[in-house]
């Protein structure tokens, strides 16, 4: 019975206009949507025919739901997908950052043992830089190594985003 409601008003409509008609009678105005007299002016004309939208599909209102429902979950997941890029992209920064200090570092420290002025002075300076330089690269490469685990869970939640 509910499939042959919407088949049924496609079946019967028509075209079919409304019109609105001024009347004068008796010294009163009359709106109408028939002529009334004589006089009968005519207003405006309205088309009344439905529209293919007019006739309910919940079918098809179930799909471009599902579709629209569809779209927003995929640009989210591209939101998300594009945010994570960035992340990636500004630890591979910071860790290029990192790498380049901790060399600027180690050569500023080898270029002074150069500078030493003589070798009992040097040695002693030689064995100090030494000791600077495994600081300098300890304390980088736990800096590095951080930013390198960061990064290794920003891959997988790309690689968990892209199996979706």
């Given amino acids: ?19 609105v008609y001024r009347c004068e009678q008796n010294g009163v105005t009359l709106f ?21 939208r007019a006739v309910a599909s919940p079918a098809r209102d179930n799909v471009q739901n599902s579709n629209a429902t569809e779209s927003l979950q ?12 960035r992340q990636l992209q500004q ?10 200090e901790r060399n600027a570092k180690l050569s500023e420290i ?3 043992d150069i500078q030493s002025p003589d070798a009992v002075t040097g040695r002693t300076f ?12 300890n304390h980088y ?19 968990q985003l892209e199996a979706l």
């Fill in 32 to 52: 109408s949507q028939t002529p009334c007299a004589d006089n009968a002016e005519k207003l405006a004309q309205y088309d009344t025919t439905p529209t293919k």
């Fill in 1 to 19: 019975m509910k499939k042959l409601l919407p088949l049924s008003l496609i079946l019967f409509s028509v075209v079919s206009h409304a019109s």
């Fill in 126 to 137: 030689i064995a100090g830089a030494a000791e600077e330089m495994r600081s300098v690269l």
């Fill in 110 to 112: 080898s270029g002074e």
């Fill in 74 to 85: 995929q640009i989210s997941l591209n939101v998300r997908k594009q945010s994570l890029e």
């Fill in 141 to 159: 490469q736990l800096e590095i190594s951080k930013v390198q685990q960061q990064a290794g869970r920003v891959t997988e939640q790309l690689r």
């Fill in 91 to 100: 630890l591979n920064n910071r860790r290029q950052s990192l790498e380049r």
